[in-house]
């Protein structure tokens, strides 16, 4: 029942950056819910990146893009934010954003996805 829908991506050089957005909507959701981002590459499965919580905004990142990609969710809860930095190849794929009642790294506890944004990284 929660809706997400995404904004950002596109294709960059290696060392750039990209911002994604995320806004979600739906009579499920409040500002309780856990905000986080996925990426899947192509065949590999669905890869945990960062997740943010509600009003305390706790965050928690993926030791593979910690530092170099920041979470938010600023003023309007509904909203998420992933600034990211210093991109590499490897970075290329798909990335969704996800909406859940829990803070966890598991995608099988998020009870709705976004359609998923393609990043792109070149050499």
């Known amino acids: 029942q929660v809706q997400l829908v995404e904004s950002g991506g596109g294709q960059v050089q290696a060392g750039g950056s990209l911002k994604l957005s995320c806004a979600a909507s739906?009579?499920?959701?409040?500002?309780?819910?856990?905000l986080g981002w996925f990426r899947q590459a192509q065949g590999k499965e669905r890869e945990f990146i960062a997740f943010?919580?509600?009003?305390?905004?706790?965050?928690f990142i993926a030791d593979s893009v910690r530092g170099r990609f920041f979470i938010s969710r600023p003023n309007a809860e509904n909203t998420v934010h992933l600034q990211m930095n210093s991109l590499k190849p490897e970075d290329t794929a798909v990335y969704y954003c996800?909406?859940?009642?829990?803070?966890?790294?598991?995608?099988?506890?998020?009870?709705?996805w976004g359609q998923g944004i393609q990043v792109t990284v070149s050499s």
């Open positions: 996800a909406a859940g009642k829990v803070g966890t790294t598991n995608p099988q506890m998020y009870d709705s």
């Open positions: 739906g009579g499920s959701f409040n500002s309780r819910y856990r």
């Open positions: 943010i919580g509600g009003s305390i905004g706790g965050t």
